[in-house]
C-alpha cells in the first residue's frame, strides 16, 4: 500500500469537496476557460433557476414569460454560446464536449429541465455543426450566438425534430412518417422541396426559431432519408403545436408540433447532389443522429450524476438537524449534533448514493474527454476515411499497435481514430445508460432518506423533482433500450476487447498499489465479464439455440448493463488516481487532501463491491440459467446436495440432510449418474467460471469496513449552514 493512502486512513473528511477538488478529478485544473464557464453558469443555476423553481414555476407545463426570462440569462452567463466557435461568437477554443457536460452538470445539479432547454438548442444545431455544410454552419451559428455587445440581438433559437406521433419514430428511428417531396424545380434552378413533419415531445417547439427535422423521401425524385432545416417565417404551416403534459423538466418547453412547409433544397443538412435527375442527400437521417446522438447523451448522463452529488449536502443537514428543538436531545448531545446520523442505515445508504453519483460522474467525464480527444482526430481524417482497407483490417492494424508490435502506427490518423473511437463507442451508451437508469433508481435512495419530506415540493435540494426528472433523462434521446441495444454490438468489437484486457491488467497493477480502492474486486469482476461474454458468443442454450445474438435481449442486454458498472467503477478509480498525483501541487488542497484521498479510496472500494456483486450476480444468472439440469428428470433438485457439507446444513435446517441423503443414495447405488462427479458446475463444463466467482467473492474483502468508514466521515464532515440556493 502507498504510504500516502496509508497516512491517510487516520484521517477524515473535513468538508464538502470543493471545485479544487473537481476540477483535478474531472481534469480541468490546467482549463480557466472551464473553470469560468463553470461558476458562471452556476450563479445562473443557484439564482435566477433556483429561484424559478422554489416559486413554483414547476406547476404548469405551460412556457410562461418568467420561464422565458431564462433564455436571457442563459445568453448572458454564457451558457448559450458554449456551443459556438469563438469566429460564430462563441469563447472556447477546440472541442466542446466537456465544456458541455461541465454546463449540464451546473445546471442540473438545481433543475435538468433548465439543463434541457439550454442543450435542446444545441441538439437542434448539432445536425448542422456535425455534418452541415459551411455555409448551413456559418449561417445558423452565426444567428444562433449571443452578442454581448448587443442587447438588443435575439439569437435565434432551434428544435430538433425527430420522433413522430405513434406509430412511427420512437425508439425505431427508421419508421419515419414525415416526407419530403419536390414542389417545384424551376428548370437550371435550386429546386423547392415540400416538407410535412409531425412531432411529438419536442423540446424548445414554443419558441423555437428554425428546426432541424428528420424526413423520407416521398418523391422518386429525392432519394432515402435526411434531415432538413425549417424556419418559422418559411411559407405553410409552422405550428409550434400543443403542450406536452409532463410531469418532469418543466422549466424546458416541450410540444407536439405540425409543419407543413416549403423550403429551398439547399435547407438539407449537408447539402445534396443530382445523379441522374435524382437529388441524393449526403447524408441520410440515420448518419447524422448517431453522429449527434453519440456527443449530446453524454451529457444528458451527467444531468443525473449532478443530482446524486447535489443530493449529499441536503440529506446530511436534515439528518442531522432532524432531532433538534425538541426536549429528548440538549445541544452537545450526540442526539442533537448528529440526529439521523447516529442510525447506521441512514449513513450507509447516503454513502451509497454518494459512491453512486462520484462513479457515474467519472464515467460522464471520461467520456466527455475521449470526445474532446476524438473531434480532432475525426475532423483530421483523410477523405475516405480508412483509405480503401475495410474496417476489419484497420481493427486487426490496431490491434497489433496495441499489442506493440507495429509501432509506426503511432502518428497514423486512421489507426488512432479506430483506437478512440472503439472505447468512445462504448463510454457513450454506458453512461447514457447506468448514469441515468441506476441514477434514478439511486435518486429514490435519496429520496427516501429524506422521509416525507423528500417527496414534497418543499424537499430542500428539490430531490423529489430530480427523482422523476430522472427517468426522462433515461428516457429521452433514446432509451435504456437503445443503448443496451448499442452496447451490445459495440462491446464485442475486438479492438474495444483489446483494450478492455489492457484495462484490468491495470487495474491489477493498481489493486497491488492501492488495494483499498477495491481495484482488486474491479480487475476480477472484469476477468469474470469478459470470460461470461467470450463463453456467450461460444455456446448454444440446452435447445441448442445461440445464445449471444442481437434478438436474444435476455442475454445482450444484462452483459451489457454488466459493463456499465464495470467501466464506472475503473472510472472513479481512475480519478482517484489521478487526484493523489495531482493535489499535492494545489496549495489550497494540502492539509485537506489526505483525508479527502482516504474518504474517496472508501467511496471507491463501496462501489467496486457493488459493482462486483452485480457483476457476479448477472454473470453467474447468464452462464447458469440457459442450462438445462440434468437431475432435475430423474432426481430432483435436492440431488445436489450430496456434495455440500450436509452436517453444516443440518444444523442451520434440522432434517435438511436426510431429504438431501435420500437422494444421494439413489445416486451411489447408480454409478454412472453425472452427480457422482460433484455439483452443477461440473457437469455443466463451468468449474473454470466457479472457481473465478468464489475469487470475486473473496475480493470483497475489506468492503464492509470501508463503508464502515466512509459512513463515519459522513458524521464528521463539515457543512455549510444552509444551502446556496432557495428551497
Ligand atoms: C419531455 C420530453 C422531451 C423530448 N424531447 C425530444 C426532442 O427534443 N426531440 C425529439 O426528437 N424527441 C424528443 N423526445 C422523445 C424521446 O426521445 C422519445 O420519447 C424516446 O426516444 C422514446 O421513444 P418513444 O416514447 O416512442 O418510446 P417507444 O419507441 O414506444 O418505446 C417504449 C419502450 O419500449 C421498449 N422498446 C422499444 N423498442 C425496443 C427495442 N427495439 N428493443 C427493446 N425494447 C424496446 C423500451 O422499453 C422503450 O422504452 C422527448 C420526450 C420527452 C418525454
Known amino acids: 500500500m502507498s504510504t500516502a493512502v496509508a497516512e491517510a486512513k487516520a484521517e477524515y473528511l473535513r468538508a464538502l469537496p470543493g471545485d479544487d477538488v473537481r476540477q483535478i478529478l474531472w481534469r480541468f485544473a490546467d482549463r480557466f476557460d472551464l473553470q469560468l464557464l463553470v461558476q458562471s453558469v452556476r450563479a445562473v443555476a443557484r439564482g435566477p433557476v433556483a429561484r424559478l423553481v422554489a416559486a413554483g414555476a414547476r406547476n404548469t407545463h405551460e412556457w410562461t414569460p418568467e420561464k422565458d426570462s431564462l433564455l436571457k440569462a442563459f445568453d ?6 458554449v456551443f459556438m466557435e469563438p469566429a460564430q461568437g462563441g469563447f472556447i477554443e477546440g472541442p466542446k464536449n466537456l465544456a458541455l457536460a461541465l454546463t449540464a452538470f451546473e445546471l442540473a445539479w438545481v433543475d435538468a429541465g433548465a439543463a434541457t432547454g439550454s442543450l435542446a438548442g444545441c441538439l437542434a444545431l448539432s445536425p448542422i455543426h456535425e455534418r452541415g455544410t459551411p455555409e448551413q454552419r456559418d449561417y445558423y451559428m452565426a444567428r444562433c450566438a449571443p452578442d454581448p455587445a448587443n442587447p438588443d440581438h435575439k439569437p435565434w433559437r432551434g428544435a430538433f425534430c425527430l420522433t413522430e406521433p405513434i406509430p412511427y419514430v420512437g425508439v425505431e428511428t427508421g419508421l419515419l412518417g414525415g416526407k419530403v417531396r419536390i414542389a417545384d424545380w424551376p428548370e437550371g434552378g435550386e429546386p423547392v422541396l415540400h416538407v410535412e413533419k409531425r412531432g411529438r415531445f419536442i423540446t424548445n417547439s414554443g419558441f423555437a426559431n428554425f428546426v432541424t427535422a428528420a424526413v423520407e423521401s416521398d418523391d422518386p425524385r429525392i432519394k432515402g432519408t435526411c434531415m432538413v432545416i425549417l424556419e418559422e417565417a418559411d411559407p405553410g404551416v409552422f405550428d409550434r403545436g400543443t403542450p406536452t403534459r409532463k410531469l418532469v423538466h418543466q422549466l424546458s418547453s416541450t410540444r407536439d ?6 423550403v429551398p433544397a439547399s435547407r438539407i443538412v449537408g447539402g445534396y447532389s443530382i445523379v441522374d435527375g435524382v437529388i441524393v442527400p449526403k447524408y441520410s437521417h440515420g448518419e447524422i443522429i448517431e453522429a449527434v446522438f453519440r456527443r449530446t447523451r453524454v451529457t444528458v448522463a451527467i444531468m443525473t450524476s449532478a443530482k446524486l452529488l447535489s443530493a449529499i449536502e441536503p440529506v446530511i443537514r436534515y439528518h442531522r438537524s432532524r432531532f433538534r428543538g425538541g426536549t429528548i436531545a440538549s445541544p452537545g448531545s450526540p ?3 448528529l440526529g439521523l446520523q447516529l442510525k447506521e442505515d441512514a449513513v450507509h445508504r447516503l454513502v451509497d448514493v454518494w459512491a453512486a453519483g462520484e462513479a457515474s460522474a467519472s464515467l460522464g467525464f471520461a467520456a466527455a474527454r475521449v470526445f474532446d480527444q476524438l473531434d480532432p482526430l475525426e475532423r483530421a481524417l483523410p477523405a475516405g476515411a480508412f483509405r480503401g482497407k475495410s474496417r476489419r483490417q484497420v481493427e486487426k492494424e490496431a490491434i497489433a499497435f496495441l499489442h506493440g508490435q507495429r509501432p509506426e502506427l503511432s502518428e497514423d490518423p486512421v489507426i488512432q481514430y479506430a483506437i478512440l473511437d472503439s472505447v468512445a463507442n462504448v463510454l457513450c451508451p454506458a453512461c447514457k445508460l447506468w448514469n441515468t437508469g441506476h441514477g434514478a433508481q439511486m435518486m429514490r435512495e435519496a429520496v427516501s432518506l429524506m422521509g416525507g419530506y423528500g417527496i414534497t415540493e418543499d424537499c430542500p435540494g428539490f430531490l423529489g423533482h430530480k ?4 427517468q426522462l433523462e433515461a428516457t429521452y434521446e433514446g432509451p435504456e433500450a437503445v443503448q443496451r441495444r448499442q452496447l451490445s454490438v459495440t462491446m464485442t468489437s475486438e479492438l474495444f476487447l483489446a483494450q478492455f484486457r489492457d484495462w484490468i491488467r491495470d487495474m491489477r497493477s493498481i489493486a497491488n498499489e492501492r488495494p483499498g480502492t477495491g481495484a482488486c474486486a474491479l480487475a476480477s469482476a472484469m476477468q469474470m465479464w469478459l470470460w461470461t461474454l467470450q463463453h456467450l458468443l ?6 441448442g439455440q445461440k445464445l449471444y445474438q442481437g434478438a436474444r435481449q435476455g442475454v445482450t442486454f444484462p452483459l451489457a448493463d454488466a459493463l456499465c458498472w464495470l467501466l464506472a467503477s475503473r472510472s472513479q478509480i481512475l480519478d482517484l488516481l489521478e487526484l493523489e498525483k495531482q493535489g499535492p501541487a494545489n496549495p489550497a488542497l494540502a492539509e485537506a487532501l489526505p483525508g479527502l484521498v482516504a474518504f474517496f479510496t472508501d467511496l471507491c472500494h463501496v462501489e467496486t463491491a457493488r459493482a462486483a456483486g452485480e457483476v457476479g450476480r448477472i454473470c453467474s444468472s447468464l452462464v447458469f440459467g440457459y442450462n438445462r439440469h440434468p437431475a432435475w428428470d430423474t432426481e430432483g433438485c435436492a440431488a445436489c446436495y450430496q456434495s455440500q457439507d450436509l452436517e453444516a446444513m443440518e444444523s442451520l435446517i434440522p432434517g435438511i440432510a436426510s431429504v438431501a441423503r435420500g437422494y ?6 447408480d454409478g454412472s449418474h453425472p452427480l457422482k462427479a460433484g455439483p452443477c458446475v ?4 463451468l468449474d473454470q ?8 467473492d473473496g475480493c470483497l474483502t475489506g468492503s464492509g469496513l470501508a463503508h464502515d468508514r466512509a459512513a463515519e466521515a459522513l458524521t464528521k464532515v463539515m457543512i455549510p449552514e444552509a444551502l446556496d440556493y432557495p428551497a
Open 682 to 685: 461440473r457437469f455443466a463444463g
Open 689 to 696: 467460471f466457479a472457481r473465478l466467482r468464489v475469487r470475486l
Open 467 to 470: 427523482w422523476m426528472d430522472a
Open 257 to 262: 408540433p405540425i409543419f407543413n412547409l416549403k
Open 76 to 81: 448572458e452567463s454564457g451558457v448559450t454560446g
Open 664 to 669: 444421494a443414495d439413489v445416486i451411489e447405488a
Open 538 to 543: 461460444k455456446t448454444t442454450d440446452a435447445d
Open 335 to 337: 442526539r442533537y449534533e
